[in-house]
């Protein structure tokens, strides 16, 4: 799902559904990862996903989270310059390389709140991102 | 790298393959004008997965933010579409932002 968001929004929101079954095309046969998902993932991502007990759910909720980002700022990036993190209170990410520079601002400048429901069977992440100044002018 | 019509055709037949088996029809069902996303309810991983297999099999190193960069320029919404935007990626690199294709 993509908005086609105004040139000046104050809110930016993506949404992702995906399956984990689909993801072990990136796995080895003896459940490394293959040379692909360095293209999509941070090592960092790869590292925690073959430590967990499901590596496709893993790097499926991780993938979810950067679609649904990449959807809200309307534009595909570097996928593994994102690093989702998994927190109690829900994903988190870590930038890197492009980023971590700046090369999609509002990343580093707006606020955002992401929810990720995540089952056997699928993904779902949402994620708004808000420009500041609009949440101070909510208050 | 410059391509040659034998090196077109195989990428065409590529894409062509992949499509056919990743959303179970028959290739002859195909054609350029058939839609990714409302004919085969094709997403982005598939077109992810594709690009790594044509980035395998050529040797090809582009980024994905190049690619995306591209996309916003020229999008790529039915195999036809995909088979010029995976010529042009084997053809071109990480040069394709600068090819007005």
């Known amino acids: 799902l993509t908005f086609d968001a105004p040139a000046d929004p104050l809110v930016r929101c993506g949404v992702d559904i995906e399956e984990p079954g689909r993801f072990r095309r990136f796995l080895e046969a003896d459940g490394a990862a293959g040379d692909g998902a360095s293209l999509i993932w941070h090592p960092g991502e790869i590292g925690a996903a073959l430590k967990s007990a499901d590596p496709c759910r893993w790097l499926c909720r991780c993938f979810c989270c950067k679609e649904a980002v990449f959807k809200a700022l309307g534009q595909a990036y570097n996928y593994n310059e994102l690093e989702c993190l998994p927190h109690d209170n829900g994903p988190d990410w870590r930038l890197w390389g492009g980023l971590a520079a700046g090369e999609l601002p509002v990343l580093l400048d707006w606020d955002h709140q992401i929810g990720l429901v995540d089952t056997p069977l699928e993904s779902r992440a949402t994620i708004i991102f808000f420009k500041r100044a609009f949440l101070v002018y909510s208050k | ?101």
């Open chain 2, 1 to 101: 790298m410059s391509l040659d019509q034998s090196t077109s055709d195989t990428i065409r037949s590529l894409v062509y393959d992949y499509f056919s088996k990743e959303c179970d029809v028959e290739p002859t069902s195909l054609t350029d004008t058939t839609n990714i996303i409302e004919d085969l309810e094709g997403d982005s991983l598939m077109l992810l997965a594709l690009l790594e297999i044509v980035r395998k099999k050529y040797s090809i190193g582009i980024e994905l933010k190049t690619l995306g960069k591209h996309l916003m320029k020229k999008p790529a919404n039915t195999i036809g579409e995909i088979v010029h935007l995976s010529q042009a990626v084997v053809e071109h690199g990480d040069n394709i932002i600068n090819v007005d294709l």
